[in-house]
C-alpha cells in the first residue's frame, strides 16, 4: 500500500489574500469525497516564503506554487492517483 502523503497548505496573509481558503474547502470535500482523509494528512502551514506565487501548498517537501481553485483539482488528480 502506497504510504500516507502529507499536505500543507500555507495559511499566511499573503497566501489568504490570493485564496487559500477556497482551496482548503476545495481540498477537504475532495479528500472526503474520493475516501481519503485517513491516507492524506492535511495541514495548515506557516509562511513558506515564496508568497507572491501563492497560494502555495506543501505536498510531503516539494511546494507547489499558484495553487489556484482552478488548478487544485488538478493537481490532487495527479498527487493522489497511487491512492485509488
Ligand atoms: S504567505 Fe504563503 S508563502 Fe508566504
Keep these: 500500500m502506497a504510504r500516507e502523503t502529507e499536505m500543507h497548505i500555507c495559511l499566511g496573509s499573503s497566501c489568504f489574500s490570493r485564496g487559500n481558503k477556497d482551496v482548503v474547502v476545495f481540498i477537504r470535500d475532495y479528500l472526503k469525497k474520493n475516501h481519503l482523509e485517513d491516507k492524506v494528512i492535511f495541514k495548515g502551514g506557516r509562511c513558506m ?3 507572491s506565487n501563492g497560494p502555495n501548498l506543501k505536498i510531503n517537501e516539494v511546494i507547489k506554487e499558484g495553487v489556484t481553485i482552478s488548478k487544485i483539482e488538478g493537481i490532487l488528480d495527479q498527487e493522489l492517483a ?3
Excluded: E, V
Design 49 to 51: 516564503g515564496h508568497c
Design 82 to 84: 497511487k491512492f485509488k
